[in-house]
């Protein structure tokens, strides 16, 4: 029988990017499918602390095994900004568009575009919490490439490759991305705990 777990998230693109990753062994809901329409606070100044608190939020409520992340793009020239505030860099209304404007703005003239991606997923299951990181490091370049993925994607390329995270299928980047290196860690400790 397949371990049902939620995680934490409407957004439909990470959704599937995840889903995507995960063995026959897990059925994965997200908090549509167990009629979570709360907007869940996101107020800690970690993306640690976001990514436990969604969790918490979950478990305390619905009583059910789940996971979270946040995610952020820690650019080295803008002292790691975004950040935790990477969805909002641009203000609430978390516009992927106007997040990545504002982001090649601020790095208009600078030599150093180094940069990385940090996931961190808060597992909540059976009383225990942990959490598993994931970082990619990259550079961001000067207009956006590819269609593919979501947020930031367009403008980061990761190291040691030729195409931006959107420029890649879904298989290709979750080899390689923050994300997929966080859900390794995850799908590890799952398979040796439960």
Avoid: W
């Avoid at 100044?45 to 095994?65: C, M, S, W």
């Avoid at 641009?90 to 940090?118: T, V």
């Amino acid at each position: 029988m397949a371990l049902k777990l939620v995680f934490a998230t409407h957004n439909q693109h990470k959704f599937r990017e995840v889903k995507a990753l995960m063995p026959a062994t897990i059925e994965l809901v997200n908090l549509t499918d167990i009629g979570c329409f709360e907007d869940i606070p996101e107020t800690a100044d970690t993306i640690e602390g976001n990514a436990q608190l969604k969790a918490d939020f979950v478990r305390n409520h619905y009583d059910l095994p789940c996971f979270a992340d946040d995610t952020g793009l820690e650019v080295t020239a803008l002292d790691g900004a975004p950040g935790v505030y990477s969805a909002r860099y641009a203000g609430p209304k978390k516009d992927a568009i106007a997040n990545m404007e504002k982001l090649l703005e601020a790095l208009a003239g600078k030599e150093d575009r180094s940069a990385q991606f940090k996931t961190v997923i808060a597992l909540s299951m059976e009383g225990k919490e942990v959490m598993f990181p994931g970082i990619c490091q990259g550079t961001i370049i000067h207009e956006p490439k590819g269609d593919q993925g979501f947020g930031y994607d367009p403008i980061f390329l990761p190291e040691g490759y030729d195409l931006t995270f959107a420029e890649m299928n879904q298989e290709e980047k979750g080899k390689i991305s923050h994300r997929g290196k966080a859900i390794a860690l995850l799908l590890d400790y799952v398979r040796n705990n439960f």
